[in-house]
């Protein structure tokens, strides 16, 4: 096996700058189609909070108040739990931005809410305005553990006659 090989001439210096114009300009027509193509949330943080922020694998707890362009309200909640994950794309970006504690107005553009869709009160093309505080969030998982010993108790107190020994339980029956 033989390699044959083959002289290359040198880039002379007026092609070796059009070369890097070339790149330059396409860096920033991908920077332009990059920030003008995709629709984007408006975030304004009013009161900040603290600590993590949730991801979309969780369970928040929130106040919040929702209008639209006209200043009508559409939707308000004083402790409203909603999973992070099965909101509208723009709601969900907003809370995982969010920390504990913190207030916030964030507007949602119709791409990222509802889209061409009416949805209740909400008409179709609508951007949404929303103020917004993060009480509180936890993990899918602990919210689950915490379903589960709520069931628990509610089933030991609403057993007929409560639970063996708890206060106003029947007294068991003398054994022969």
Known sequence: M?????????????????????LIALLVAGAAFAFTGTPKIGFETVKAGTGPSPTTADVVLIKYEGKLDNGTVFDANEQAPMQVSQVVPGFSQALTRMQKGGKYKVTIPPALGYGDRAVGPIPA????????????????????????MMQQQQMMQGAPGGAPGAPGAPAPAPQR
């Open 2 to 22: 033989s390699v044959t090989t083959v002289p290359l001439r040198p880039v002379s210096k007026g092609g070796l700058w059009l070369m890097w114009i070339g």
């Open 125 to 148: 093309g609508s951007t949404l305005h929303f103020d917004i505080e993060l009480i509180d969030f936890r993990t899918e998982a602990e919210v689950r553990a915490m379903q589960q």
